[in-house]
Structures are given as C-alpha cells and as structure tokens.
C-alpha cells in the first residue's frame, strides 16, 4: 500500500525547494482521489505545522479555459495559507518558483459560515467581501503535466495570491469583462461569466466539497473562486496587472 504521508512529504518539498517532480501516479502509486485528497491534507499539515496561517481554499477548473488547457475535466479544490499571499503591486522574485503560471480569479471572503448542500441565494448571503485576484500556480510535476489525483495531491498547483480591494457584495458578478495585461499588453481576456457561468457557483462547490472533506468553511474564510481564463507563465520584468470591470485592477511585479 502506498505511504501517502511519504507522497505528501514528496509535494511537500517539491514546493519548498522549488523542483519539480515526477507525477505520483506514473511510480506505480494508483492513486485515488481519495487518497490524492488524504495527501494534500497531510502536506498542507506540513506547512501549519512549520507555522503557516490557514487562509481558505481555492477552487480548480471551475472555467472550460482551464480544463482544455490542463487536459482535465472535473472540479478541483486546494487549501490557501496567509504565507502564499502577495500584496497588491509588490514586486515578487522567481527564485520560489518552478514553472509558476498567473491567473485571473474572483475572490470571496465569508462573512457567515456556509456548509453542506447550499444554494446560490444561500452562498451569496454568507458574502462580506469580493475582490479581483491573481492566482500564481506552480505545479511541482515536470513539464507543469499531471493527471486529476496527481493536481489534487499537489494541493490544486497553489501557490501564491494577490487579492485587490474589497468590495460590498451589493454588485451583480456574474458577466464582468476581465482583462489580464503584460506590461499593457492583453494576454488573456475572459468573463466572469467563464466560472461556472456565475462565480457564486464555486461558493455552492466550495460548501459541498468542504463539507465532504470535513472542513468547516468558517466567517472569515477566503474563497478563490476559479481562473476565467487559460493561465500565463510568469516571466522575470513582467508587470501583470488584471482589470476586471466595477471591480477594479490588481497588480504584481516580477523583479
Ligand atoms: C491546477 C489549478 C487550476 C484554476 O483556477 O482552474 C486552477 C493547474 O492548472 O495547475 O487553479
């Protein structure tokens, strides 16, 4: 039977060395979901342990741009730590990184707790807050290649966040225009309306997948909502700035 604490040490430093990996189900570890689950869990034990801060979770191809992308195709979700957070418009080097990827995302932050069977009038009454974000992935398998088990272990490819300002729930998210630019240059352009056709969606996936997992979703969790778009590869002098309409723009700098 395959150690997944041993798999989850091995994700675990894949991460904090910034080197990548083989995919654990091309060793001979016929992962389940399950257990691609059980090894995520351990490794983001990992970090609290070294003294990281649970933040929330993240959810994974929540948009049809990411699983053609990716070559998957069901919903993911990874767990967030206050460590991974980058402040809108630093500057951030590429030394922790190994292939790192940036994406545009909507964030939420729950001002309620939410759980269980949920519905979308539900979910968006357990709001407080929205706000554009930058999703930094960095898958620590070879060639940024995996299979649904392989991603899931390796905690959904997480790995940095910049959330912009926060907002009043009292706007309608679901078909806002977003544009992720390069140095003023559009490099992806999308919808909000790209994650499960309305982004309160991933909140409703958010509360059941938590819940299965037995993960309390609690006032003051921070929700990543999904890319709208097909993702980037960071590159070192990059400016990436996302401007996504009535919500604003959010920025970060690659040195
Ligand atoms: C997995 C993470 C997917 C998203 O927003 O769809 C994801 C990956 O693409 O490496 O974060």
Redo the contacts with the bound molecule.
């Keep these: 039977m395959t150690d997944l604490s041993t798999l989850a040490t091995r994700v675990d430093d894949a991460a904090r060395n910034a080197t990548a990996m083989t995919q654990l189900s091309g060793q001979g570890h016929a992962l389940s979901l399950t257990d691609a689950y059980r090894v995520q869990q351990l490794s983001i034990a990992r970090r609290l342990q070294r003294g990281e801060t649970w933040a929330g979770i993240?959810l994974?191809?929540?948009?049809r741009a990411?699983m053609l992308q990716?070559g998957v195709d069901d919903l993911i979700w990874g767990q967030l730590t206050r460590e991974m957070m980058v402040g809108d418009g630093d500057t951030i080097s590429l030394a922790p990184f190994i292939h790192p990827r940036i994406?545009p995302?909507i964030a939420f932050l729950l001002g309620k707790p939410l759980q269980g069977k949920v519905t979308l009038v539900e979910a968006m009454s357990a709001v407080e807050a929205i706000c554009p974000a930058l999703?930094i992935?960095d898958?620590r398998y070879a060639d940024f290649r995996f299979s649904l088990e392989d991603?899931v272990a390796d905690n959904?490819?997480s790995s940095g966040f910049v959330l912009g300002s926060w907002h009043r729930p009292d706007l309608a998210i679901d078909n806002l225009g977003m544009v992720m630019e390069f140095n003023g240059r559009a490099v992806q352009i999308g919808s909000s309306a790209a994650i499960l056709g309305n982004p309160y969606r991933s909140l409703v996936e958010a509360a059941r997948l938590a819940d299965e997992a037995g993960l309390q979703l609690e006032a003051g969790t921070l929700i990543l909502a999904?890319?709208a778009t097909a993702?980037e590869p960071l590159q070192a002098g990059v400016h990436v700035r996302l401007k996504t309409q009535q919500l604003g723009t959010v920025e970060l700098s690659v040195s």
Excluded: D, L, N, Q
């Design positions: 993240k994974g191809f929540t948009s990411k990716m994406e995302e999703e992935i898958s991603v959904a490819s999904g890319a993702a």
